[in-house]
């Protein structure tokens, strides 16, 4: 009989990252940005899953769970890494982490096989790679035997953003540390004095257990949880690696998180719950004074990234995305600039980006969801220029990818070939543009573009008409399953 433990890692991928306006948006989130490297959190989250593997850990492609409307995002990003998800499970709304975490287990229990899940955000960084594999690799083996594993945060500041975990300290024979209690987000003076006591830890939101485990806590302590979500993933549709659990029976779900439903109520119970110390340099990334803390630094304590030029000041973060932003005699101040929006915060109230973002959502303003440039799984566009009655934009459309067969009741458009070559259906013609050629689609006209080559195709397209707006589309055929 094989000791090797079957490990399913879990991504959990469905945030909104609010706190990192303008930056974050709803369609582009920020566990698919680069904030430091060369790679978006998500991406980063898959591959220190998969380093976990060892003589006697199997890891298996990781489980995404995630947002309908970022499933090509997430594919797309996980290509650039050449790692290949074992299933993408969609929700059709949120419903928080408990019927997420749900879904994973009962997907990973569909082949008879009881393997450990390794579940984290999508949405942290660690910077010390091998302390991150040593300590996972650690709690999949002590998870094995059915307990539950969390990964606490050793503190190195009185933090008032985070729930805490206490713990002491195992009887002999035992491993990790047993877990007493989950406290909310402190006061100042309570962070410190949690800081001064050793046995508190932040929560870190990541855990490992089996898949059985997890169902087995669940239905002790939030049966209605499991029921309704068993009910969702019966009606489940499959699409290649896309599951869909029923729409329906899905919003029906209560919405819980993992701690609220489970985690909180196993102290005292007869389900062992215990904790390593993870000292991996991690950050949850969850505001901009966040971003501050693990950014390099000059020698007044400013970081910047892109274009940026600050003078005479110190502590500030600078984040420019697409033109010049100087800054003069600041200190504790983030300014975050985007092609259309500009954030200017004091750097202790960055938690509260979030009532911006809830503002511009309940005045249904397009900035709080799209960036100007906006990602499609066939490339992306970029808003370039907008007047009465018309716009301009930029678009690119990757390699062997086709738009889909479409109309438009109150617009024609303008298509300029900038470079590559798009192959243009309008309306029963077919024809070819290559560099500096153009065509005219009437209003009413049906009509695609395609790239048929291998090389980005990039055009600029010229709308005119009454109204402009991304819902004046009637689609007919489209390789994505749009509607």
Not at 352 to 376: F, M, N, P, S, Y
Request: hydrophobic share 40%.
């Amino acid at each position: 009989m094989s000791n090797k433990i079957q490990v399913q890692p879990v991504i959990m991928a469905g945030g909104s990252g609010t706190r990192l306006w303008p930056l974050s948006r709803a369609a582009y989130p920020k566990q698919f940005l680069i904030l430091s490297g060369n790679t978006s959190l998500f991406q980063q989250a898959a591959q220190r899953l998969a380093a976990l593997a060892s003589d006697d850990l199997v890891i298996a492609g990781p489980d995404i769970v995630g947002n309908e409307e970022h499933r090509f995002l997430i594919l797309d990003q996980l290509r650039e890494t050449r790692l290949d998800p074992r299933s993408v499970l969609l929700e059709p709304m949120g419903r928080n982490t408990a019927p997420a975490l749900t879904l994973a287990a009962l997907n990973a229990l569909q082949d008879g096989q009881d393997p450990v899940l390794v579940v984290t955000p999508a949405d942290q960084t660690v910077t010390l790679a091998e302390a991150f594999t040593a300590c996972l690799q650690q709690a999949i083996r002590q998870a094995a035997d059915g307990s539950i594993v969390i990964l606490g945060i050793t503190p190195d500041r009185p933090e008032t953003g985070f729930g805490y975990i206490r713990s002491k300290a195992a009887e002999a024979g035992q491993q990790g540390m047993l877990v007493e209690q989950f406290v909310e987000k402190p006061d100042a003076d309570t962070a410190q004095r949690y800081l001064e006591a050793g046995n508190y830890f932040w929560n870190s939101g990541m855990f490992v257990l089996r898949a059985s485990t997890w169902l087995t806590a669940l239905e002790r302590f939030r049966p209605d949880i499991l029921a309704a979500t068993r009910s969702a993933w019966a009606q489940r549709q499959t699409d290649s690696k896309f599951v869909r659990p029923g729409k329906a029976e899905f919003a029906a779900i209560p919405s819980e998180s993992v701690d609220y439903a489970v985690m909180e109520r196993c102290p005292g119970s007869d389900i062992t719950l215990r904790m390593l110390a993870l000292d991996a340099g991690w950050s949850d990334l969850g505001a901009w004074e966040a971003v501050w803390q693990v950014a390099d630094k000059d020698s007044a304590g400013n970081a910047s990234q892109g274009d940026a030029i600050i003078s005479d000041s110190r502590n500030t973060l600078v984040h420019a995305t697409s033109r010049l932003v100087s800054v003069v005699g600041l200190s504790d101040v983030v300014v975050v600039e985007t092609a259309d929006a500009v954030l200017v915060s004091d750097r202790a109230r960055s938690q509260d980006v979030k009532k911006i973002v809830a503002r511009l959502d309940a005045e249904k303003r397009g900035e709080q969801t799209l960036h100007r440039k906006v990602h499609r799984p066939w490339g992306w566009y970029d808003s370039i220029d907008s007047g009465e009655r018309f716009q301009v934009k930029r678009i690119m459309v990757k390699p062997g990818a086709t738009l889909s067969l479409q109309m438009h009741h109150h617009r024609a458009e303008h298509w300029i070939v900038v470079s590559g070559t798009a192959e243009v259906t309008n309306g029963d013609k077919v024809i070819l543009l290559t560099e500096n050629q153009s065509t005219y689609i009437p209003l009413g006209e049906t009509h695609r573009l395609a790239n048929p080559g291998k090389v980005p195709l990039e055009i600029i397209e010229v709308q005119s008409g009454s109204y402009l707006g991304e819902d004046d589309i009637v689609r007919f055929e489209d390789s994505y399953g749009r509607r």
